[in-house]
């Protein structure tokens, strides 16, 4: 297993290195056939008088997934203990949900002709980033079905998380509502609406032309 620990506003001493490894092993001891690569990034405010709060942020590879933690107090130390203590539970819950579709019954799908793929996807657009890039990620995205889209949401800790949707082959976003439930984002076609179907119900937040969005019910998995 491979671990990368990495500070922001913070030396990495030896001390601190050795507590993190300790802590990160003993919380993936019982994953480590599904894990490849565990990164830690350990942060601490620029201006502890305005923000005292440091940060532990743990992102586990496993088997094309990712499993993330982040968690945050007074103490790094502190920090640390309560991410490895998620980050296993959150493992745990990745082996209990792929264990439980490995026993599910096999479905019969149907084979979708290949779509034809546009030449040139930017045409005469270049590409452009904001002036000012915080932090830029990298991560594979294989095509994934909404329902697989959200369970990977639950295993990031994030509000967010972006997917390539295998029906119908584009980039969406599958987001926390804050009322309550699940929401996504998807590229706007046509006139800008979008039928919703097999119970999604369709609706626009936006008027700039850019995207559209609709409510997403979860159904039910096997245990």
Not at 7 to 32: F, M
Not at 69 to 93: C, F, M, N, P, T
């Amino acid at each position: 297993m491979k671990l990368v620990i990495q500070g922001k506003n913070i030396e990495i001493t030896d001390s601190l290195r050795e507590y993190v490894t300790s802590k990160i092993e003993k919380a993936v001891s019982h994953y480590q056939s599904l894990t490849t690569e565990v990164d830690v990034h350990l942060s601490v405010a620029k201006n502890p008088r305005i923000n005292s709060k440091q940060t532990a942020e743990v992102t586990i590879y496993v088997n094309g997934s990712i499993v993330r933690a982040e968690e945050g107090s007074e103490s790094l130390y502190a920090s640390i203990d309560l991410v490895a203590d998620k980050i296993s539970r959150q493992l745990r819950k990745y082996k209990e949900k792929r264990q439980a579709q490995s026993q599910a019954p096999v479905k019969t799908v149907e084979v979708l002709s290949d779509q034809p793929v546009a030449p040139d996807l930017l045409q005469d657009r270049s590409p452009t980033l904001p002036s000012q890039v915080l932090r830029t990620k990298y991560f594979a995205m294989p095509p994934m079905t909404t329902q697989e889209a959200l369970e990977q949401l639950e295993l990031v800790d994030h509000d967010f998380y972006m997917f390539l949707n295998s029906e119908t082959g584009e980039i969406n976003v599958i987001y926390e509502r804050n009322h309550g439930g699940y929401g996504v984002i998807q590229p706007r076609k046509g006139n800008g609406h979008t039928n919703g179907k097999n119970g999604k119900t369709a609706h626009h937040d936006d008027t700039n032309g850019h995207s559209s969005e609709y409510e997403y019910v979860p159904q039910a998995t096997h245990a």
